[in-house]
């Protein structure tokens, strides 16, 4: 009976490590704290602000839209046929899914935000996604956005080319780094 006990406790611990939920944390850049939580975590860690020459003031300017861009990275990364509808006056981003003709099955994934070009009132950056075909290939792809501050809030303005950058040529640097331009 004690080693049932025992082993139970054991296993509880395990389970337990099994149902971990990523309630996310804050990442300090420059002096600015930056919440990574939910809704849309995954999307928020994949905002590339190290290295990017962003001043302090920049860098607030993100974390205030970050909740908009991650919203909206979010509806670019839902399949087409469950994407909301159109809110009436509103841009929409392109949809990446008929860009690239993909098939049903394929899901669409974000790697990094990143380019950042950030004034007071217009965030401009591109964002790197991937996806994969059969049998492991994997297809990166970028296009670029502009967000604008109107009444306070952020939101999608446009794309500021008329095509997007496209599919990315990657390799593997020395350092063993996967780089995709």
Known sequence: MLAL???SMGLSSVWASAF????GHTETIDGIAFEIVPPHLFIKKAFKLQGENLTPAQLRTIREAMPAIASMTHQVLTRPNIQPAEVEGQARPRNIYQIQNMESSAQLY????QNWQVTETSIQFSS???YRLGQGHTVNFRDTYVFTKSQNNWQFLKHPQSEPDGVLKCYKTAEGWMRCD
């Open 110 to 113: 974000i790697q990094t935000l």
């Open 128 to 130: 790197d996604y991937f």
């Open 20 to 23: 971990f939920v990523d309630k």
């Open 5 to 7: 006990f025992l082993l």
